[in-house]
Every structure is written in C-alpha cells, then in structure tokens.
C-alpha cells in the first residue's frame, strides 16, 4: 500500500492507494474520527459489490453503521437527492460526531462531500472511490458540488475529507468506458505537471489497458501527488489550481452540447487536451512535437481525438459559462511543454475558432 499526505494544516489527510483496502478501513476510520455512527452514501450496485466488505470493517470496531443507496447517474447530484439525504441523518439523530462515507465513483463523492460541508454545519466525511476516475482526481482536494439546470457544479463548498482509501481491487468491476475516462485525467495530470508520468503513460500503455497491477498502482498513487501538490499550493482556486482544467475549457463545452450523454466526462477532456493543445500550438506555446504526443497518447488509450460535428460559435458561446471565464473574458490553460502549463487569462475569439476548426 502507497500511502500519501495532502499537507493543508488542519484540514491535512492521508490518501491511501492499494488493493484489499476495503475490509480495512473501519480501522483507519475509528482511528482517525471515532465515530458516533458512519453512514455509507452509495448506488445500489455498489452496495451490492462492495457494501458488505466495507460495512464489516466498521462493524468489527462496533460503530453503528447504516448504508443510504442513491440511484446512479449525474442526476443525483442534486438539492433534491441531498434533501432526502438531510431528512434520514435528521430522523436517525445523526449527530456531529457521525462520519459520512462516500463509496462509490465522482457523482457518490461530490454528493456525499457536499452534505458532509453542509449538515450542521459539517461532519466529517470519507473518500472511498471506486472508479479510477474518482481515485485520481475527484476524491482529492475537497472540490464538493451538486448541480442545477443552469449550470453543473454550479452549487457547491470547499470541504476536504478525513482520509481518501483507493482500493485497486474495485476496479476489476469497472466498465471499460469508465476506466478510460479515469485515464484521460492521469494523461492531463502528466501534460500539466510531470514529463516522467507522460513518458511513463507512453512506454506503457498497452500494460495498463491490461490493467497491469504494478503500472496501475504507480500511475494512480503519482496522480493523487501531483493533485496534492496543486492543492496545496492553491486550495481554494484562487490561481493555479486551474491548472487541473487542462482540456476542461473545450471538454466542459462539449459535455454541454452533447447534453452530458455522448461522451463521458473523461472523453469529453480528452478531445479537449488535444484542442487545447492545438491553441497552446496557434499561439506559439508549444511546437508540433507536443501536440502530437499529446494526441498519439490519447489515440493509444483508445480515447477520442476529434471533435465531434459542432458549431465553433455555440462552443465559445458555451465557454463563457465556465466557472473559470472572468470578466467576460474566456480563460484557457494551454501548455508550454510536457509538465509545463500556462494559465491564460484571454485568448481572442477567431484564434479559439481557428483552432477548433483545426
Ligand atoms: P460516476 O460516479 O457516475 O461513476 C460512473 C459509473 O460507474 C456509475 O454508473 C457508477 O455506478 C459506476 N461505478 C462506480 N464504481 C464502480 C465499480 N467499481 N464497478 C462498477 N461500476 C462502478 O462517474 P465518475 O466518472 O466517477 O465521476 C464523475 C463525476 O465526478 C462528475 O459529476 C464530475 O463533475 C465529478 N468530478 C468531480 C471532481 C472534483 O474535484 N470534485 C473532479 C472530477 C470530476
Ligand atoms: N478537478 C479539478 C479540481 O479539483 O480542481
């Protein structure tokens, strides 16, 4: 087992990367929170999957431990599902001492990370992630949000957990579709801060779409230390957090003209890293060299490269709404070399369009 810390004063934890984690983390849990009771936040073939090996770990250390199944899918992050989920921590006396668990992938976490920073006026709450996605992005760093029908993410608090547990075993489950969206944010992880994980992802690709246990292991626990790393150094986005909106810019845009169902989200940002590099490239950024390593490795991953049959107009349009454009103005992260990024506050609207058309 890898074990990392994200260093942020009292708001410091550990994230945890191995395999058999599960069972386990009852014991972590008492010995960081002492819980009053847990609460396990999950989709019900999650449950079904991982709900009693983890439920087991908090009922050998006796914590009282009930497990609350929202359905799958994005549409749970919402005010309506966290209501539901206030009135049964309300009706089973759940008190600040009560621990909230998020077991599950992004949608689970974000959620359950939201009630956490919002029930009276915060529990402590516990990352267990479950798609790869999730274990090297969403789990670390504190971002919690639910959604709105003007705009994703939109409604939200900073609130870090107490301990992120990524057990590797939970992902022989995954759909290959989820596991490929996990991929694209470890290559975006590589481009913004680390030329040796991008190396890495390019000598061995084809190990780990075979899901080779070693290569997985490395690539996962050094994108929870470069997400650390960024968080540290920003906790609250104030600058360069940014920076892990690599392809998030054009990505988000695409996920909103497709209405969130063409592409998954990891898709989405791989078509946008390979345009974004494009951008990095117009604006004499980058050379040709980077753009192509960036768009070869997306290819090897089997993730999409080209953007799909939208009008250049209604994508810039759709950028403005990006929680990063400010004062009218659309910002990109574009990259400089592999492992160097720029944040760029304004790019002018025709060298966006010619690289979208590009
Ligand atoms: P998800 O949570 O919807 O999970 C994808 C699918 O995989 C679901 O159907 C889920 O039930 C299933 N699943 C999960 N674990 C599984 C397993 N081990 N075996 C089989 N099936 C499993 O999607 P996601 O990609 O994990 O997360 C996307 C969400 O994360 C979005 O809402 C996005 O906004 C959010 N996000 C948040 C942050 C952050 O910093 N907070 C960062 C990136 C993304
Ligand atoms: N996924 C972007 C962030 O955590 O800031």
Redesign the pocket.
């Known amino acids: 087992m890898k074990r990392l810390n994200i260093d942020l004063a009292d708001r410091s934890y550990e994230i945890l990367v191995g395999r058999g984690l599960l069972e386990k983390a009852g014991e972590w849990v008492q010995a960081i929170v002492k819980p009053s009771r847990v609460v396990i936040i999950t989709h019900p073939s999650i449950n079904l999957l991982y709900g009693e090996k983890l439920s087991s770990g908090f009922s050998r250390q006796d914590i009282p431990t009930r497990i609350l199944e929202v359905p799958e899918g994005e549409t749970s992050k919402s005010l309506e599902q966290a209501e539901k989920i206030y009135d049964h921590l309300l009706e089973w006396k759940c008190d600040r001492q009560t621990v909230l668990v998020a077991l599950g992938g992004g949608v689970i976490g974000d959620l359950t990370g939201f009630i956490a920073g919002t029930y009276m006026r915060g529990v402590p709450f516990i990352q267990i992630p479950t798609t790869l996605l999730a274990q090297v ?2 789990s670390v ?1 504190g ?1 919690t949000a639910v959604n709105r029908p003007l705009g994703k993410n939109m409604i939200g608090v900073f609130y870090q957990p107490k301990l992120v547990v990524a057990d590797l075993e939970t992902l022989k489950s995954l759909p290959e579709k989820e596991y490929k969206a996990g991929i694209a944010e470890i290559i975006k992880h590589g481009v913004i801060e680390d030329a040796q994980l991008f190396e890495f992802l390019e000598r061995q690709f084809q190990n780990i779409l075979a899901h080779d246990t070693e290569a997985l292991e490395h690539i996962i626990a050094t994108s929870c230390a470069i997400k650390a790393s960024v968080v540290e150094k920003d906790e609250r ?1 104030s600058h360069y ?1 940014m920076v ?2 690599f392809g998030h810019t054009i990505g988000h845009a695409i996920e909103a003209l497709t209405g969130y169902s063409k592409y998954t989200h990891g898709e989405a940002v791989a078509i946008g890293m390979v345009y974004a590099a494009k951008l990095s490239q117009l604006t004499g950024r980058c050379s040709q060299d980077v753009t192509q390593r960036i768009t070869d490795l997306i290819k090897n991953f089997g993730l999409p490269t080209q953007l799909p049959d939208l009008k250049a107009k209604d994508m810039i349009q759709s950028m403005y709404l990006d929680k990063k454009t400010a004062h009218k103005k659309i910002r990109f992260i574009l990259v400089k070399d592999i492992g160097s990024i720029e944040i760029v506050d304004h790019v002018e609207e025709t060298i966006i369009q010619e690289a979208l058309q590009g």
Do not use: I, W
Request: charged share 50%; no cysteine.
């Open positions: 992005d969403s760093g971002k986005e957090r892990l909106n």
